[in-house]
């Protein structure tokens, strides 16, 4: 095997956003290589067993298991063009000479020097602190739902969901379509973080959901047998008395924040931006980094949903591939207007707005040259 | 903040919104069918009650944020919007169906047990709460996408309160 590979393009991360950059340079004839760490690809959209939202041009209507098994058709269509690893890590960039470093399993190390990369990393889930949340039976809402959607593993029999974003609030109606009870569903805000209607679709089974309410407490001395909860006030302080729950899971649904090691290695400009969740890179609405090399696309560009993941990732991928000389300036021009369409429209509404704020801060016009 | 809206931040509608109304009430009374029911009182991304309307009753958005508006002339109740609302938001009512005090329901259900006709389920109110009984007539899988849409005989004085049933 070759010690150093090269491709045009490299895509790390093969979720939504990685998957989509990956077809549409493909489409324009760009040889790229894809990677990711998980054994599948489709990232976070293989565990969606809810219909997604947005216009038919998203696959409005489709779980989101069936958009992946789209995406995964578009990629075997362009399979000429497009070299996929999975249960692989991109562990290093150095921006010295350009070159990535990956680990494929447990013993495959090779090194690959892209002419452009679209970093697709994703997000991490956050946690927050507790008494007792070391305890097995805490879990991050992605666990719950890879045990639960990927290995058909029921993860236990009576869950607290901590948080009512749009993740807290469809892992708990998946939870319910398993057969595991849901105790209630705590959130720290006066109202729902996620869509409204999906927190109709819970209320309407019987799940309680407690407003400035957090959790204080895991109880159990091996595992979780229960969780204390407890109101809080504006500023986040507890008061009055707390309540205990006879739980064994207690699920964190309290956001993610965007992977960037990557783009910190590179030297990309970061910025903290609370409404995208985290540091992200400053990039322009062709979601190019300040290095002039690299492309974000998705959550790593900023926590929002997948459907805008996938056209971010459009948009990353028809840039590559213009800044490679591939495609004619029209088609690149066509696409790219029907793609910033589309993203305007998922960024409309009241979720939007905060999207759109976030953006502001980090998107600049140019680059100087 | 009222009670009444800390309620509806949790999910529970606790009054008519732009985006969740009543449809008229005489035509409702006289519509063979039903007439359809949505309660999507958010902006947000999302179309497809319209896109998926064959009579055109769910008129086109201009912007696709906006909330769901329906002109009941042309609803007939067939339920699609019922199957392919990702947010579960749709239902229909049919006032005419059965006795004088009966109405049949048309709600969308993603849960196991199946329903199965002629079965008895709890009929649950927008807070989950079990508010009567009621018999599934008819269970349909418009989409053929897992989400089904099940007919079922409640009592009419309840039509605004149930919103879901489980298989007991």
Request: hydrophobic residues 40%; proline residues 5%.
């Amino acid at each position: 095997m070759k010690a150093l590979r090269e491709t045009e393009v490299m895509v790390i991360g093969g979720g939504p956003a990685g998957l989509s950059a990956a077809v549409e340079a493909a489409s324009f004839g760009c040889d790229v290589t894809l990677v990711d760490s998980d054994l599948a690809l489709g990232g976070q959209l293989i565990k969606q067993t809810h219909k997604f939202f947005g216009s038919r041009d998203e696959r409005a209507g489709t779980r989101g298991f069936k958009i992946s098994e789209l995406l995964m058709d578009e990629l075997s269509e362009r399979r000429d063009s497009v070299t996929a690893y999975t249960n692989c890590t991109a562990t290093g960039y150095y921006p010295e000479d350009g070159v990535l470093s990956c680990v494929k399993g447990e013993d495959e190390y090779f090194k690959v020097k892209p002419h452009k990369i679209v970093m697709a990393t994703g997000a991490q889930e956050r946690l927050i602190p507790f008494p007792n949340n070391h305890l097995p039976g805490v879990y991050g809402a992605g666990a719950v739902q890879t045990l639960m959607n990927v290995y058909g593993v029921k993860p236990g029999d009576r869950v607290l969901m901590v948080g009512a974003g749009n993740i807290g609030l469809i892992v708990s109606y998946q939870l319910l379509q398993a057969g595991v009870e849901v105790a209630g569903i705590v959130e720290a805000l006066d109202k729902v973080g996620g869509y409204w209607v999906h927190a109709a679709k819970v209320r309407r089974l019987g799940v309680p959901i407690y407003l400035r309410h957090t959790v204080v407490e895991a109880l159990g001395e091996q595992y979780v047998t229960g969780a204390v909860i407890q109101e809080i006030d504006e500023r986040f302080q507890p008061v009055g008395e707390g309540k205990a729950l006879d739980v064994d899971i207690i699920c964190m649904a309290v956001g993610l924040t965007p992977t960037c090691e990557l783009l910190w290695q590179a030297g990309c400009e970061m910025i903290f931006v609370p409404e995208l969740c985290g540091y992200v890179a400053q990039r322009d609405k062709n979601m190019r980094t300040s290095h002039p090399d690299i492309w974000v696309a998705g959550d790593a560009a900023g926590i929002e949903e997948a459907s805008s993941a996938m056209v971010e990732g459009r948009i990353a991928g028809v840039n590559v591939a213009k800044s490679l000389g591939h495609g004619s300036s029209a088609e690149h021009e066509k696409r790219l207007a029907e793609y910033r369409r589309r993203l305007d429209d998922l960024r409309g509404g009241e979720v939007g707005e905060k999207i759109c704020k976030g953006i502001a801060c980090c998107t600049v016009d140019r680059w100087e040259v | 903040m009222t009670d009444k809206q800390r309620l509806f931040n949790s999910g529970v509608l606790t009054e008519e919104r732009p985006g969740a109304v009543k449809p008229p009430q005489e035509l409702w009374e006289s519509k063979k069918n039903g007439l359809v029911i949505i309660e999507c009182p958010q902006r947000i991304p999302c179309n497809p009650c319209h896109t998926s309307c064959p009579t055109g009753a769910v008129m086109p958005f201009k912007d696709i944020n906006d909330q769901p508006q329906i002109d009941y002339s042309k609803c007939t109740g067939c339920a699609r919007c019922v199957a392919v609302c990702p947010g579960l938001a749709c239902l229909v009512v049919d006032l005419t169906w059965g006795e004088a005090d009966r109405a049949l329901m048309k709600l969308p259900c993603e849960m196991l047990p199946e329903p199965e006709e002629g079965r008895q389920v709890d009929c649950l109110n927008r807070e989950g709460e079990a508010v009567a009984k009621g018999t599934v007539v008819k269970v349909t899988e418009p989409m053929h996408d897992k989400t089904r849409v099940v007919h079922v005989d409640v009592p009419k004085d309840l039509v605004m309160d149930i919103r879901a049933i489980r298989v007991v």
